[in-house]
Nanobody
Framework: QVQLVESGGGLVQPGGSLRLSCAASRSIFSINAMGWYRQAPGKQRELVATFTKTGSTNYADSVKGRFTISRGNAENTVLLQMNSLKPEDTALYYC??????????WGQGTQVTVSS
């Protein structure tokens, strides 16, 4: 089992940057994969980026070249650096952890709003 707490969301102008942080209740090295997902109003939740414990990453086409997922300095933290933000990036961003047997856990989300 794992608890996840997201932080770092907020209001930013188009072209700006934000860094989201996800703190897990256990070392991320014990978690098969961690990721960020987002859900905009009226839309389904979608994958943004994932990070496996072997170090491989995967990004949605819409964020490639703008977003970077990485481990934080603390071994229980995963970051999402978001640059060149666009209004269409506005959503509630969720942290996800995938444990053995496909068991998935979610944080409560952090709101990102991109608007002038």
């Amino acid at each position: 089992q794992v608890q996840l707490v997201e932080s770092g969301g907020g209001l930013v102008q188009p072209g700006g940057s934000l860094r989201l942080s996800c703190a897990a209740s256990r070392s991320i090295f014990s978690i098969n994969a961690m990721g960020w997902y987002r859900q905009a109003p009226g839309k389904q939740r979608e994958l943004v980026a994932t990070f496996t414990k072997t170090g491989s990453t995967n990004y949605a086409d819409s964020v490639k070249g703008r977003f970077t997922i990485s481990r934080g300095n603390a071994e229980n933290t995963v970051l999402l650096q978001m640059n060149s933000l666009k209004p269409e990036d506005t959503a509630l961003y969720y942290c996800n952890a995938l444990l053995d047997l496909g068991k998935a856990y979610w944080g409560q989300g952090t709101q990102v709003t991109v608007s002038s």
